[in-house]
């Protein structure tokens, strides 16, 4: 019985462990990146400091039902977070041709960042105890610090949700 509860307790020392929010905190410089999308470009965060706000929304792996819901979201609402002057991103660790396959499935009209080898999201802090990303969106100003960490997304409102984050933070309209 013992071994059973010390067996139980490590477990969820470990969950608990991988759920715990990011190291990065509010304020702190937003690792940069270079990734691939599904658009065929690269982007690198750095490209955007001083000329524009980033959105990265992290998502576990594409053709699952939370994603799906998400990526659906921000292809039906993207009209709302295109109101401000904003550069907004889906990311995972999925390789480029699924995250392409997923993002013409689903008719999304915004870029699907893939980070295949995991560094930037080890960067970020957002990996789970199953190798994938955690579902945690960063809201990046121009400055290119992060000015909130959204660790609580629900993919259904996903769009409206960013619009609202985007609004409250101040971000300008374009």
């Keep these: 019985m013992k ?3 010390s067996l139980c307790l490590i477990l ?5 462990t991988a759920a715990m929010a990011t190291d990065l905190k509010v304020g702190d410089m937003a690792p940069d990146f270079s990734l691939e999308a599904t ?16 959105v990265v929304a992290w998502f ?27 550069t907004y991103f889906m ?5 480029i041709d699924k995250n392409r396959g997923f993002a013409k499935k689903h008719k999304d009209d915004i870029p699907l960042l893939s980070d295949p080898d995991k560094t930037t999201a080890k960067k970020y802090d957002i990996l789970s105890l ?9 809201y990046i100003n121009v400055d290119g610090k992060i000015s ?19 609004e409250r933070l101040g971000v300008a309209k374009s």
């Excluded at 576990?60 to 009209?79: F, Q, V, W």
């Excluded at 990311?91 to 390789?95: E, F, K, L, Q, R």
């Design 130 to 138: 199953f190798g994938v990303a955690k579902r945690v969106t960063f």
């Design 12 to 16: 969820f020392s470990l969950v608990a």
């Design 39 to 54: 658009d065929g470009k690269t982007y690198q965060l750095s490209d955007f400091r001083g000329k524009q706000a980033v």
């Design 148 to 166: 909130y960490i959204d660790e609580d997304v629900t993919p259904k409102s996903s769009a409206e949700d960013m619009a609202a984050n985007l």
């Design 3 to 5: 071994i059973l509860q």
């Design 60 to 86: 576990p792996m594409a053709y699952t039902r939370g994603c799906t819901i998400e990526c659906k979201s921000l292809a039906d609402n993207g009209h709302l977070i295109k109101k401000f002057d904003v």
């Design 91 to 95: 990311a995972s660790v999925d390789p």
